[in-house]
């Protein structure tokens, strides 16, 4: 019969579904009560549970002493061989293997996976000699360990695991397919210890347990964590995991079940949501709106890009989520605010300047967007206060600093004075127009085809590029006439052109400059370009 069971924790409206070959997988902020939730999982499942804690020691050791495969497995699950010293299994398990504070206790049982490891290898090994002896056929079974070296090396290729019956050795495999010393699984990395670690927990514990792994990430990079765990899922389709994590991105990716802890009180419970499915918005996305105790802030640009490094250091109080261009960053703010499941979290958008006018601005404003003063949120970096906290933290001073100062300000309008350079910004600004008001034609009355053709030319016959390219054109002309940086930043949106000048204020070089940019408004020892950035960037208010 297939393990499907509805864990029902006190304080919660509704139940955990824990199902055979699925994880359920919990998400929350530090502080939210997930680790008390792992233990009364635990508590309430009893014998079924195998439960790895957040707080756990990776001293793999192949030197361990052998012991009979019933008490190595009997000290993994319980914390001690002799459990009728403490009455039954449970009290073994909370005196010996949890230290009497399951929530707080270092779990330290590498030293018993390992000794489960060994002795059924041993015990394998012995029963297909004997056969083999005796002339009986030989009835193979494939040990743990053979198990644990495969999916090791698929989510780990460049490293090979070597076994004898007492030792495990490790081998680094470099992309010409070229091998390295072997060196012993006690020199393993973190995160080489971390995956097989968690892949030989779970292939030893007993038939249909659940699972519970507490923070899964730790010292795994996230590259191959999904991964890791898709392997896991796959190997054990008896099992339940019940998999508890404050890496919403590791949460989002996941399939299964999704619940979000939003509190715990000892004397109330657990407040717990299900992820919903929210019309307009992907699982993984309300995963992580839903898994944030701040507002949402949505901004262009994607993951990685310099972009989120600005706004996640100077809107330290909002989970800032990217959502690639402007009209992405609209969609996303009214989608969360007419999706009612998700009232309780706030949001609000920020986007680009690009040439918008006033009454541009002001219908973004009634939308809950703002917009940067900058036509690019690289050109943050030439306006002259923050180009001068750059100068200043590069030991610039004085007379020099002014002098470089006006050389960025004078490359700026050099490169904004060539012909060419100004027809690109002119039809990248006429393209997205265009863009923008095709997409907003609204064909809904439309009941035949020729109506829908009279619609669609009516609508379109009010585009006057012309005028719009003179529009623009003019503003970026007007900027240079009036020497007004600023004003020309607003609009003019060369990217890499104008980061290369502004890599100027340091090393020159742009990845270099962009590396350096990231590590010093993230800096918590000097906050001169942070408070420098937040001075110019837009307030935004949560609705």
Same mark, same amino acid.
């Given at each position: ?33 997930? #680790? ?208 508890? #994590? ?103 958008? @920020? ?53 470089? @100062? ?68 003019? #503003? ?28 100027? @204020? ?22 001169? @370009? ?14």
């Amino acid at each position: 019969m297939s393990l499907s069971i509805d864990l029902q924790l006190p304080g919660a409206e509704i139940a955990l579904e824990l199902r055979a070959g699925m994880s359920t997988i919990v998400v929350g902020a530090n502080g939210s009560g997930k #680790t008390q939730l792992a233990t009364n999982c635990e508590e309430q499942l009893g014998e079924q549970a195998h439960r790895i804690s957040a707080q756990r020691m990776l001293a793999l050791d192949p030197g361990v002493e052998k012991i009979s495969e019933r008490m190595a497995r009997e000290r993994l699950r319980y914390g001690a061989r002799k459990e009728e010293l403490f009455g039954d299994y449970m009290s073994a398990r909370k005196n010996w293997r949890w230290g009497q504070a399951q929530a707080q206790f270092i779990l330290n049982d590498a030293v018993a996976l390992m000794q489960v490891l060994f002795a059924e290898q041993a015990n394998i090994g012995v029963a297909v000699n004997e056969a083999a002896i005796s002339g009986a056929p030989v009835v193979g079974r494939e040990t743990t360990l053979r198990k644990l070296k495969a999916i090791f090396h698929r989510v780990l290729p460049a490293r090979r695991l070597t076994t004898t019956a007492d030792n495990i050795t490790v081998t680094a495999i470099d992309a010409q397919g070229v091998e390295g010393e072997p060196y012993s699984i006690t020199k393993m990395s973190d995160g080489e210890k971390a995956v097989f670690y968690m892949v030989g927990q779970v292939l030893v514990a007993q038939q249909g347990s659940v699972f519970i792994m507490d923070e899964p990430e730790i010292h795994v990079h996230r590259a191959i964590l999904g991964r890791l765990w898709d392997e896991l899922e796959s190997a054990r389709p008896d099992c339940a995991f019940l998999l508890i #994590t404050h890496d919403l991105e590791f949460a989002a990716s996941r399939a299964g079940r999704k619940y979000v802890v939003r509190n715990y009180a000892p004397l109330t419970g657990w407040q717990i949501e299900e992820v919903p499915e929210a019309k307009g918005f992907s699982e993984d996305l309300v995963t992580l709106i839903l898994g944030s105790r701040k507002p949402v802030l949505f901004v262009e640009g994607q993951q990685g890009s310099l972009d989120l490094a600005f706004y996640r250091a100077c809107y330290p109080n909002w989970t800032v989520i990217p959502r690639g261009g402007c009209q992405d960053v609209i969609y996303s703010v009214a989608t969360m605010r007419r999706n009612a499941m998700l009232t309780r979290v706030t949001c609000a958008g @920020l986007v680009d300047a690009d040439g918008r006018d006033a009454d541009d601005r002001a219908r973004l404003a009634s939308l809950g967007v703002s917009v940067l003063p900058v036509a690019e949120i690289e050109n943050l970096l030439l306006l002259p206060d923050v180009a001068r906290v750059i100068l200043a933290k590069n030991d610039f001073a004085g007379p020099e600093l002014e002098k470089r @100062l006006a050389e960025i300000k004078a490359a700026v309008f050099a490169d904004a004075a060539v012909r060419a350079n100004i027809n690109e910004v002119v039809l990248g600004y006429v393209r997205r127009r265009v863009d923008q008001m095709l997409k907003n034609i609204d064909f809904s009355a439309d009941k035949s085809v020729d109506s829908l053709a009279q619609s669609y030319t009516a609508q379109t016959g009010k585009l006057d590029i012309p005028t719009i390219a003179a529009s623009i054109e003019k #503003t970026i002309t007007d900027a240079i006439a009036a020497d007004d940086l600023p004003a020309l930043l607003a609009i003019y949106d060369r990217k890499r052109p104008l980061l290369a000048i502004a890599a100027k @204020l340091r090393t020159g070089h742009i990845n270099d400059f962009t590396a350096w940019v990231t590590r010093a408004i993230q800096s918590k020892d000097d906050d001169r @370009l942070r408070l420098a950035v937040e001075a110019v960037l837009p307030p935004v208010l949560a609705a």
